[in-house]
């Protein structure tokens, strides 16, 4: 990193950015129609007094350690390092309520939603791990939630689909756009421009108009937080590289953060490579996409020369996203963070080598961190790595059943 990038890393970690417009230099910002920038910039203030009062974040502190299952263990792979010949370490997400990263941000926007009086919550979900979350953290929180799904992800999805419903969740489909994740979002952005007053909007990653990439980097970074100290503890001091896998980036920023300021730790987000290279194959929108705005940020885009998004692909449908968070985009322009792609192939391949080797079943999204993490330990004998395992693999049983035949 050259002086000059040093110092844009510096003002992160002081805080000044997101700025006052939003932007980690010169990502992020608030791209929304006039209706809904009054209701961004009245949750803007709201996120801050909230996340600065020490009552708030109390009461958070309980719900995530007394319903939610945190701290989440960190896991020495033993044999996993044996075959690597590099020492790797898993931080276990997994093991969450609901079984991924993502109840850290449901169950802190749902307290946030009841603070500020909502009569009701809505949320956008792809393959459904947000949309679960989100119900159930509304059941928790007492307040009625509606989930916008796209119409094809609603038949893809069929098991997340019921879990919703049990917990009490209407799912609304989404028959307009791509029927997947993007139309959904959308979806939810006009409910909720429609009714502002009484409607809160539960955005599942790092995504979004300002606050939101904030609101949820700063929910997610108790993954890091809760990692920097284990490892220090367990391995007697910093790992030398943390890989995380990048859909819209929410497990990456909230691992990523509490090493930041640690000029020895390499960090690493692995997006997905899907099929292969050529466009609309994948989903590695910061290894080749260009800046562009899409729901309401300016960030790294998959879109062709006219402007038009690209539809991706990856066997993950948790990484299937064409955008990705702006602070993402930034850490990639200023060199703190390096990102890379795995393929279909090769995450499967890691979710059988953790499954026999470690006895843990991980997500398909997380096993892209294992594919990053195991090329660099070729390089890099006898060093230390962190992997965020970012959630459980039992929602992925059907893919992995018909791929492997058994
Ligand atoms: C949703 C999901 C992801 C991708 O989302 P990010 O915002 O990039 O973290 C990764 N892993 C799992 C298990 C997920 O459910």
Redesign the pocket.
């Known amino acids: 990193m050259n002086q000059e990038n040093k110092k844009l890393l510096q003002q992160l970690l002081d805080g000044e950015f997101p700025d006052s417009r939003g932007r980690f230099g010169i990502f992020g910002g608030q791209y929304a129609p006039e209706t809904l920038m009054t209701a961004l910039k009245n949750l803007d203030n709201k996120v801050k007094t909230l996340l600065t009062d020490a009552s708030f974040m109390g009461e958070l502190s309980t719900e995530l350690n007394q319903w939610a299952g945190r701290p989440t263990a960190l896991t020495h792979a033993k044999k996993l390092s044996e075959l690597w010949g590099v020492e790797v370490y898993l931080k276990r997400e997994d093991l969450t309520h609901t079984g991924?990263?993502?109840i850290n941000n449901a169950l802190g926007q749902a307290l946030i939603a009841k603070k500020l009086n909502a009569k009701r919550v809505v949320a956008e979900t792809g393959?459904g791990?947000?949309g679960v979350a989100s119900a159930a953290a509304c059941a928790r929180v007492g307040i009625p939630c509606v989930v916008y799904m796209g119409a094809i992800d609603i038949e893809r999805q069929a098991p997340n689909v019921d879990r919703m419903r049990q917990l009490g969740a209407e799912v609304i489909p989404v028959t307009t756009g791509d029927q997947t994740l993007r139309a959904a979002v959308d979806e939810a952005f006009r409910d909720w421009v429609g009714s502002p007053d009484d409607t809160y909007y539960i955005l599942?990653?790092?995504v979004g108009p300002h606050p939101y990439p904030y609101l949820v980097r700063e929910l997610q970074s108790i993954i890091g937080k809760e990692a920097r100290e284990q490892i220090i503890t367990q391995a007697g001091g910093l790992p030398d590289a943390v890989f995380a896998?990048?859909?819209?980036?929410?497990?990456?920023i909230g691992i990523f953060h509490a090493f930041l300021g640690d000029e020895s730790v390499d960090l690493y987000g692995v997006e997905a490579g899907g099929r292969g290279q050529k466009l609309g194959d994948n989903a590695a929108t910061l290894a080749s996409g260009k800046p562009g705005i899409l729901h309401g940020t300016y960030s790294m885009l998959l879109h062709d020369d006219d402007g038009l998004v690209q539809e991706t692909h990856s066997v993950s449908a948790?990484?299937d996203y064409p955008g990705v968070g702006p602070e993402h985009a930034f850490l990639q322009s200023i060199g703190r963070v390096s990102y890379t792609s795995a393929e279909d192939g090769e995450a499967l391949e890691q979710v059988r080598e953790c499954c026999g080797l470690e006895g843990i079943l991980p997500?398909l999204?997380?096993a892209h961190a294992f594919v990053g993490a195991k090329k660099w330990a070729e390089a890099n004998p006898s060093k230390t790595v962190l992997i965020g395992l970012?959630?459980r693999g039992d929602k992925d049983m059907p893919t992995l059943s018909k791929l492997f035949n058994n």
Do not use: D, F, I, T
């Open positions: 991924a990263h993502k393959a791990q947000h599942g990653s790092v896998c990048v859909g819209g980036g929410s497990n990456a948790g990484l997500a999204e997380s970012s959630g």
